[in-house]
Every structure is written in structure tokens, then in C-alpha cells.
């Protein structure tokens, strides 16, 4: 069997659950994959892998898009970034060859509509979550022809159903490399670190982290990077003392264990979130977890057991929360061992065999 896979960052951007998610499929695979990705100097975590590998001219990169465009623009670059990678497989013969393999995957709606549209081989496309109703999934519903549908989330799948009465084949969640992202010895820390992983950008909830840390006795430690670094990191200078915090801008995925087993404690203080690999891949390292109680995130974590949860936005609980694991060793002792627990029942291995069986099903 030949698995076409096709997703314009998954070869040359570190950022993102999504992309994380197809290499690990692709290194888990013993079938035959194809990686149709967009330009650029291919991640040495690509490179490494036994895969074909083309890559396709995208003159119109998300990234480049957002430095040209006001933040309030109605232009969506996202969908801009993805027809310019589709005219140019056309145009490179990418479609073509793309139609040579058994089964097709797509990871991003305007990719399934053009892809699931354009080839004559059997589709999958796999949901990374989904806000809340819109005119684009509506609109994708109408006019995409993927044959199967996969969601990250049971959250996912259920409001895939409620709003849109679409079933999915299949609940595939991201996964965590536990022999990675495994607890380091006590990290000896002058003070207790928390540690923030993730993009810099709306939703997020870093400015409430700020405000929440700026009474507490610990260091903040910021990894990521984003359309809001800028302004978030002028907020930091306003609320924190200098030496109190810590901007590491991005890390390559195959470094960012070391910033987690260099931490105390991770806090994900997000408004919304299709998963949250992030707090996975803190609670596969040992971290006591402070995140948020969104409904994919509660499908793995449990208040008072693994983690520590509180409601989006309110800043003073989350305050609270963070004093409490200073003051107690115990506690965040506790959570350590059930978070790294926890984790292992998401191993990649177990998680990337079901997309697999999905593609496997379609060709039979």
C-alpha cells in the first residue's frame, strides 16, 4: 500500500501538534508513504525518516502572509497558503503523482476540499479540532469528497455530530513519545520554574499567566512563539521583575523535553483547544499540570488526580492553584507520578496503528 500524506508544514515546520502527529505516523509506518509537503530546508526530523519526500513551491506562506496583512484583515492566510501549494502541484504534476497512491490523507479543511476533489483515489481527512460552528466547515461539508472523516477528540467528534450530523470512522489522538519525554532527576532550581509551551497567539491565555505569577514565588519560563510575542512580552515587562521571567522564543520538537525536565510545573491556561499535546507531553515528563477544564482536555485529565484544573480567564483561582503547588512538595509529588501515568496510555505507538488501520481499511 502507497500513503499519499498532504500538508504543506509537516516538512519544514517544527510548530504544531498537526505536523508532530504526521512524522510520527510516517516513522511508525511500515507501509509505503509519500510526504507532499511545502518548500523549504527539509527538518532534520524528516530527513532521518524512510519516506519519498516532494516538495511543492508555496508562494503564499502563511507566516509571510500575516507580516503583509493587518491582524483584523478579512483575508484568511491559512487558506491563501493552501491554494497557492495546490496551484503549484497541479502545475508540477504533484496531483498526478499524488493519484498514484492507494489512499490520500489531508490534515487541514481547505487541503481535503482540493485534494478530495482533484484526486481519484480514496481520502481521509482528519479533524485537529473544531471551536465552534462556521461557514467553513459548512462550507467543506458541501463541497469536499473525502471518504472517511477522523477526529483527534471525543469533544471533536461529538460536536462534529451535534452540529453537523457527520460521523467520524475514527477517534485518533495525538500521542507522546513517553521514552522522550520522561522525567528528569529534580531539576535544582534557585526557585520553582513554571514553564509555558505553546504559540504565542490569541486564546492562549499567556497574559493571564503573567498576571497570575506576578505575586507567586516562582520563575516563569515561556517557550514559543507567536503573532502576539511582541505585545505579550511588553506586558511582562510591565507586570514581572526582570530577572522573574524568561522568553526562549521556539524550540525544535526533538529539543523541547529538555525545557520540560528543566521545570517544576506546567501551566497551559488556554481558552481553547482541540487536544492539548502540550500538557501531554508535561505529564509524560513529570510535571504537576495546571491547565484549564476544556472539554478535550478533560477527556485525559482529571481535577485533583492528575492535574489541577481551573475555569478560562480567572486569573485569581489560577493564582491560587499556582500557590498551592509552591507551598506543597507533597502535592506536586502526587500529581508527578499520576500525570507520568497518565501519559503512558498515550504512547504514540498506540495512537499512530489506529490511523494506520483507518488507511488500511479504505484500500481493502
Avoid at 212 to 218: F, R, T
Amino acid at each position: 500500500m502507497r500513503i499519499g500524506i498532504y500538508n504543506a508544514r509537516a516538512g519544514t515546520k517544527s510548530a504544531g501538534g498537526t505536523e508532530t502527529f504526521i512524522r510520527e505516523v510516517i516513522q511508525r509506518c511500515d507501509e509505503t508513504v509519500e510526504l507532499f509537503t511545502g518548500e523549504g530546508e527539509l527538518l532534520s526530523e524528516v530527513a532521518h525518516l524512510d519516506v519519498t519526500v516532494h516538495q511543492v513551491p508555496v508562494q503564499y506562506k502563511e507566516d509571510r502572509i500575516n507580516e503583509l496583512l493587518s491582524t483584523h484583515t478579512p483575508l484568511l492566510s491559512a487558506e491563501i497558503e493552501a491554494l497557492s501549494m495546490y496551484v503549484n502541484a497541479r502545475r508540477t504534476g504533484m496531483i498526478d503523482r499524488l493519484e498514484s497512491c492507494d489512499v490520500v490523507s489531508t490534515h487541514y479543511y481547505a487541503d481535503n476540499v482540493l485534494i478530495s476533489r482533484a484526486v481519484d483515489v480514496p481520502t481521509v481527512f482528519r479533524f485537529a479540532g473544531i471551536k465552534s460552528p462556521s461557514i467553513r466547515w459548512r462550507t467543506m461539508f458541501a463541497t469536499d469528497r473525502a471518504d472517511t472523516y477522523v477526529a483527534n477528540s471525543q469533544s471533536t467528534a461529538r460536536r462534529l455530530k451535534t452540529w453537523y450530523d457527520i460521523d467520524v470512522e475514527e477517534t485518533v489522538y495525538a500521542g507522546v513519545d513517553v521514552k522522550q519525554f520522561t522525567p528528569s532527576e529534580e531539576p535544582s532550581n534557585d526557585e520553582l520554574v513554571v514553564l509555558f509551551v505553546g504559540r504565542l497567539d490569541d486564546g492562549k491565555g499567556v497574559p493571564d499567566l503573567i498576571e497570575a505569577v506576578e505575586d507567586v514565588d516562582v520563575r516563569l519560563r515561556i517557550v514559543g512563539d507567536g503573532n502576539r510575542r511582541e505585545e505579550i512580552e511588553s506586558l511582562a515587562q510591565k507586570r514581572l521583575d526582570a530577572d522573574s521571567y524568561t522568553f526562549v522564543g521556539e524550540v525544535p520538537h526533538d529539543e523541547v523535553h529538555k525545557e520540560y525536565q528543566a521545570a517544576d510545573m506546567f501551566c497551559l491556561p488556554s481558552y481553547h483547544e482541540s487536544f492539548g499535546i502540550v500538557v501531554l507531553e508535561a505529564l509524560a515528563c513529570g510535571l504537576p499540570v495546571v491547565t484549564t477544564n476544556l472539554d478535550a482536555i478533560v477527556e485525559y485529565v482529571d481535577n485533583g488526580e492528575n492535574a489541577l484544573l481551573f475555569e478560562p480567564g480567572d486569573v485569581s483561582t489560577l493564582e491560587e492553584i499556582l500557590c498551592r503547588l509552591v507551598d506543597s512538595e507533597d502535592l506536586r509529588h502526587r500529581l508527578s507520578l499520576a500525570g507520568r501515568e497518565t501519559a503512558l496510555q498515550y504512547s504514540w505507538p498506540t495512537q499512530t496503528e489506529k490511523m494506520i488501520k483507518v488507511y488500511r481499511q479504505l484500500v481493502e
